[in-house]
């Protein structure tokens, strides 16, 4: 339950987002279901790893490196949606993702704040 209360986070993310930057192209809810689908696997199984591997970065910027590991995995995102001839999405540069990266990131966080994942998967296991 509380992976499907963050997919529908991200979908909302990834949604105004792609409202709000020029540079990021998506077109229907079917694809914005999916790429924000891809982004949470991908932020579940690499990001990880990467976060890990980049830490002594992370720690010297204090920080500010995960907004380049986050357009990274919203690249990574697009590439892999290019694949698939039923998703409809498209980034046009650095600056694009990184914006998108951006505000993913707060969205994300304060829909987080307001809808907690693990306190509904609790309640709804009760």
């Avoid at 696997?41 to 204090?62: E, H, K, M, S």
């Avoid at 951006?102 to 296991?125: E, K, M, Q």
Wanted: charged share 10%.
């Amino acid at each position: 339950m509380a992976f499907l209360v963050r997919w529908a986070v991200l979908t909302v993310a990834v949604w105004v987002a792609a409202g709000l930057v020029d540079g990021i192209h998506l077109d229907g809810f079917g694809s914005t279901v999916l790429v924000a689908l891809i982004l949470g696997l991908l932020n579940a199984v690499l990001r990880p790893i990467l976060f890990w591997v980049t830490l002594p970065v992370t720690v010297l910027t204090l920080g500010f490196f995960l907004l380049v590991l986050n357009t990274a995995m919203l690249g990574l995102t697009a590439w892999i949606a290019g694949k698939f001839d039923s998703i409809d999405f498209s980034i046009d540069g650095f600056w694009a993702a990184f914006l998108g990266a951006l505000i993913i990131t707060l969205v994300s966080w304060i829909f987080g704040w307001f809808v907690n994942p693990n306190r509904i998967a609790r309640s709804v296991a009760r």
